[in-house]
């Protein structure tokens, strides 16, 4: 059984615009979602993370939205850039337990 | 780049034969973990050790064993190699109290022929 369920599975966005990746998960003792960008080749990097005690959180160009009663929580990607062409996973863990991630979602930025 | 490194880069062995995948945690991290993550796919958790004792697996078979040292640098032991076990090990180091976050190595990939 898929714990956190990752939506779109690809994505393309033209430079500057919005890119937005959803994610659902069932587990309601879950207490931090982070995001995770990896390049091809790569080990994933920490990207942003929140915990279901706020409903949003802004870093730079990336903001996490967190809808606690959904069991829904959302990647944006404000004026998306080239740079930004990679695969972003969600996750989802009880802290200092394992990670649950989603399946991954592919993103292009088109210039 | 993360603190978090692991050797070698790549490997390729036989169907049959054993592995073992080495990692150093980031400064400061008492908490290792592994995953797998198979060509396209996000990474399943494999273990945990926290000082030295596992702390929690997934569902993978005992053929997946480790092993983490008082300086808490950790390794992954694969034997009887399967030709599905071909993919990115991935070592995560973490502080296991509190509100910490989790970093991850550069990987191992592994190819099993």
């Known amino acids: 059984q898929q714990q956190v369920k990752q939506s779109p599975q690809s994505l393309i966005v033209q430079k500057g615009g919005i890119s937005i990746i959803n994610c659902a998960y069932e587990?309601?003792?879950?207490?931090?979602f982070p995001w995770y960008q990896q390049f091809p080749g790569k080990g994933p990097a920490l990207l942003i993370a929140?915990?279901?005690?706020?409903s949003e959180k802004k870093e730079g160009r990336f903001t996490i939205s967190f809808n606690k009663s959904a069991k829904q929580f959302s990647l944006h990607i404000m004026d998306s850039q080239p740079g930004d062409s990679a695969t972003y996973f969600c996750?989802?863990?009880?802290?200092?337990?394992?990670?649950?991630f989603g399946t991954g979602t592919s993103l292009t930025v088109i210039p | 780049e993360t603190g978090v490194t692991q050797s070698p880069t790549h490997l390729i062995k036989t169907r049959g034969q054993q592995v073992t995948l080495r990692c150093s945690s980031q400064?400061?991290?008492?908490?290792v973990s592994w995953y797998q993550q198979a060509l396209g796919q996000g990474p399943q958790f494999i273990f945990q050790?926290?000082?030295?004792?596992?702390?929690g697996r997934g569902n993978f078979p005992p053929r997946f064993s480790g092993l983490q040292f008082p300086n808490y640098s950790s390794e992954l032991n694969v034997n009887a190699l399967e030709l599905d076990d071909s993919a990115l090990y991935l070592c995560?180091?973490?502080?296991?109290?509190?509100?910490?976050?989790?970093?991850f190595g550069p990987g191992t990939r592994l190819t099993v022929t």
């Open positions: 995560a180091s973490s502080l296991l109290q509190g509100q910490s976050e989790v970093y």
């Open positions: 996750a989802a863990s009880e802290t200092g337990n394992q990670f649950y």
């Open positions: 587990n309601t003792a879950f207490d931090y």
């Open positions: 050790y926290y000082r030295e004792e596992e702390n």
């Open positions: 929140i915990r279901p005690d706020v």
């Open positions: 400064s400061g991290h008492n908490t």
